[in-house]
C-alpha cells in the first residue's frame, strides 16, 4: 500500500485520522454530491471506523486509509444516474471488464463512480479505491480497508434496523475482526435475499468465502 496521495481531493490537511467526525468537519472532493443527511452519515461512518482504527491500533498509513475509504465512499450517492454512467462509461477499470461486475441497479452505481473520479485525480491507494469501488457488493479480494469500510457503513448508528444487534457487533469489531466481519455479510446477504433482491456475483463470491 502507497502512502496518501497529497494532491487527491477531499485530503483533510491538519488531522485527518482523529476519530471525531462531524459534517462540519468533512473533507469531500469539490464533485461530490451529497445531502446534509448523507454527510451525515459520512461523518458517523467516519467517526465509527475511526474509532476502530485506534482501538486495534493500526498504522499511521492504515488509520489514513480507512479514513479516507469511509470519508469518500458515499461522495457521489446522490448524483443523477446518468451522471454516474457517464463517468463509468469513460472509466478504464469499467473498460478492462468490471463494468459487467456492477449490478444494473442505479444505487450500486456510485461507488464505481466515486472511486473512477478519485482515481482520475491522483488516488493511487488500490485498497482505498477497491473498497470506495466494491462497498455496497462486497469483495473477496478485499484487504482490512474494504472490510472496515463495509462494516462501518452498515453498522454505524444512524440506521434504523436492529439498532443493539449492530451496536453490539460494532463493538466487537476490535476484538473479533474477522468474526464480526463474516456475520455482516450474512445479515447484509439475508436481508437482500429477504427483500427479494437479486445477489450481484462479487456477493455471491464473498459469502462463499466467509461460510
Known sequence: MTGPVTNTPGSASSDPVSPGGTVASLSLPPWAVATTARRAHIARVVTLIGTWAAQLAVSPAERQAWHDAAMWHDALR???????????????????????EIPP????????????RLAADGERRDGVLDAIR???????GWGATGRA?????FLEPGRGFAREDRAALARRVPLDFDGVFREVVQMRVQWAVGAG??????TVALWNSVR
Do not use: C, N, Q
Request: hydrophobic fraction near 50%.
Open 78 to 100: 446522490d448524483a443523477p444516474e446518468h451522471a454516474l454512467r457517464a463517468i463509468l462509461a469513460d472509466d478504464p477499470v469499467a473498460g478492462a471488464g468490471d463494468s459487467a
Open 134 to 140: 466494491w462497498h455496497t457488493v462486497g469483495s473477496v
Open 105 to 116: 441497479d442505479p444505487a450500486f452505481l456510485h461507488g464505481p463512480a466515486a472511486a473512477a
Open 149 to 153: 469500510l463495509y462494516m462501518a457503513d
Open 197 to 202: 433482491k437479486a445477489l450481484a456475483p462479487r
